[in-house]
């Protein structure tokens, strides 16, 4: 199937052993399976891709608009929406299910997108990493502080993108070139070698490297 990917949950971290009996720590994501909603097509859209659904929506909190788009697929109303390309010309039809043993296999990559944990309002040293201020004598009520954030006259003013606290995290971030090391249909799983943004039970974007990026 020509699909780019999958939408995905992030289940949380293991450690498995490969063929060659080599330990590896690896992200348990359930990918999928994803149900086709809407095509787009090029003669039409512009482009080639298909928007997936993922996951349980109750009906009588979903918007007029978007219930009206799940009744004319004639499909169950889900939590999450996202489109991908469609490689090649074999397009999945609406209704369709797409699962993770029809996009992904052993030892290839592929990258991860996911909105990272949010930390809330953070100080430079948990922020940035600084290293704070001598504990000796002299040093008073200053230890955890940013320090000096300009200059004189000239400039006159503070540099844009100055290391500052402030908020930290909650942030959509693309991991690449992630190798997967197992796929297992029976229970839509897939693992991942290395770690993937966000929390336990944040939803992902698992989609394969080289592919046209989505719209």
């Known amino acids: 199937m020509g699909v780019a990917g999958l939408i995905g949950r992030k289940l949380g971290m293991t450690q498995v052993y490969t063929a060659d009996g080599v330990l590896v720590p690896v992200t348990v994501i359930e990918a999928g399976p994803c149900t086709v909603v809407a095509t787009r097509r090029a003669e039409r859209d512009g482009y080639d891709a298909v928007q997936l659904g993922f996951g349980v929506r109750k009906t009588r909190r979903l918007p007029k608009a978007l219930a009206g788009q799940f009744a004319k697929a004639g499909t169950p109303a889900f939590a999450v929406l996202r489109e991908l390309r469609v490689v090649g010309a074999d397009m999945p039809p609406v209704g369709a299910q797409v699962t993770v043993a029809d996009v992904f296999k052993a030892g290839e990559r592929v990258q991860v997108t996911g909105t990272s ?7 430079v040293i948990k922020r940035h990493k600084f290293g704070g201020f001598p504990a000796s004598h002299g040093t008073h009520e ?22 500052m606290a402030g908020r930290w995290g909650a942030e959509r971030v693309t991991v690449r070139n992630l190798t997967v090391v197992a796929v297992r249909p029976e229970e839509h799983l897939l693992l991942v070698r290395g770690a993937v943004p966000g929390a336990r039970r944040g939803t992902v974007l698992v989609r394969r490297m080289g592919e046209v990026r989505q719209p």
């Open 117 to 123: 944990k949010g930390r809330g309002t953070a100080g």
């Open 142 to 163: 200053y230890f955890r502080h940013g320090g000096s954030i300009g200059n004189r006259s000239f400039p006159g003013r503070v540099f844009k993108g100055k290391r």
